[in-house]
């Protein structure tokens, strides 16, 4: 396994799993608190013969050893397959283990075909909300479809794909990173671990000057947020102590801005968003669920932040300080001198490794391969 880097940003680890020619590159990385673009945090990889238990079982219980956490608050992010969830279950059973919701997906339709249209837009909603109530009001429309379907769902188990129902879940993810692996997947296994050394190497030197020209205490991504909430016309009203009612109402143009709240159309492509949410701060906690779910603050509560005019760092993970993006990228990835100059397993006595023994395969003569040996020798 080569080790890249351990990040010390947010608590979830994805692995992904790339075929290879002959073989399998498994890979692991997170994501720092200042990624919203989709890249990510390399922390390491390795590359496998075959993909199995042995594989899965081998790869977790390196990471778990090069990575000093408390597991029970991490999140483990697979491929949809038994072989994974049994692997996360023996070697990290107490870390929380989702799915990529991709891969359940494309699963589902495999076996679900015929309802691939109707489902399409209630499996996303239900994974996608924050509320509690309306993933269930989406599960209950797709079993009025087709109830196998309802508990083929229900069966996989709610916290591995729903954001509602699981432990508190990024609404990012390293996309970036599994487009950069995929061109690698087709060279020579040395060639890819060279080209993965190197991209890791370039970007960690960029986001080590990006992080020394950081003088806020959240980092750049996180003020940015605050600058498109003030955007916005809200209406902050305190009912109680830490208790906010928020609302919001605003024409927009849909394919120029974001929104939250409730849409009407006005005309074309122009939008009246109404909507109210009740924020505590004191509980970090809002009527959208946001808050709780994504463990960061919704714009409902950054807009009381800014209304209030509150010191934003209070409310923010230490994941997403300029402190800990740099603590991210404190390390080295060190060069690596030409094959010539390598010292030999028996000049620094570790131990040999050694050629996979190999299987005779299937339908091999073997009576003819004997008598080609014995010829050799004779």
């Known amino acids: 396994m080569y080790k890249c880097t351990y990040p010390s940003a947010r608590s979830y680890i994805y692995i992904y799993t790339i075929p290879l020619k002959l ?24 590359v496998f013969g075959v993909e199995d238990e042995i594989s899965w079982e081998l790869f977790l219980d390196c990471l778990k050893g090069i ?3 408390k597991w029970d608050s991490f999140t483990i992010v697979t491929d949809f397959s038994n072989i994974a969830t049994l692997a996360v279950q023996k070697i990290l059973p107490n870390s929380h283990h989702r799915f990529f919701r991709q891969h359940m997906v494309k699963t589902f339709v495999e076996k679900f075909a015929k309802f691939e249209v109707e489902y399409d837009d209630m499996i996303c909603k239900a994974a996608n909300v924050c509320n509690q109530t309306a993933c269930k009001d989406a599960l209950q429309k ?18 591995r794909w729903t954001n509602a129902f699981s432990s508190p879940y990024d609404r990012a993810t390293p996309a970036v990173c599994l487009e950069k692996l995929e ?24 986001r080590q000057k990006e992080g020394a020209l950081m003088e806020s205490v959240l980092t750049r991504q996180m003020l940015s947020e605050l600058e498109l909430v003030k955007k916005f016309s809200w209406t902050v009203a305190m009912s109680k102590e830490n208790k906010y009612l928020v609302r919001r109402k605003q024409v927009i143009d849909l394919e120029e801005s974001s929104y939250q709240g409730w849409l009407a159309l006005i005309k ?32 409902h509560a950054i807009a009381v932040i800014v209304h209030e005019e509150l010191d934003a760092s209070k409310y923010y993970k230490h994941w997403y300080t300029a402190n800990t993006y740099r603590a991210t990228y404190a390390g080295n990835i060190p060069p690596i001198a030409d094959i010539s100059k390598w010292q030999s397993v028996l000049d ?25 040996i014995l010829k050799f020798f004779l």
């Open 183 to 206: 061109k690698l997947r087709n060279w020579p296994i040395v060639k890819i671990v060279e080209g993965t050394r190197d991209m890791v190497a370039g970007y960690f030197s960029f």
């Open 23 to 46: 073989g399998v590159l498994m890979f692991a990385c997170g994501i720092d608190g200042c990624c919203y673009d989709g890249d990510a945090v390399h922390v390491a990889f390795c």
């Open 348 to 372: 620094n006595e570790q131990p040999r490794v050694l050629l996979p023994k190999t299987k005779r395969r299937v339908g091999r003569p073997r009576k003819k391969t004997e008598i080609l």
């Open 142 to 159: 797709i079993k009025e479809i087709n109830e196998d379907a309802y508990d083929w769902l229900k069966k996989i188990g709610l916290a």
């Open 268 to 299: 074309e492509d122009k939008y009246l968003v109404c909507g109210e949410q009740v924020v505590n701060l004191e509980e970090r906690s809002c009527s959208c669920y946001e808050f709780q779910v994504y463990n960061f603050p919704c714009y």
């Open 67 to 69: 990575l000093p956490v």
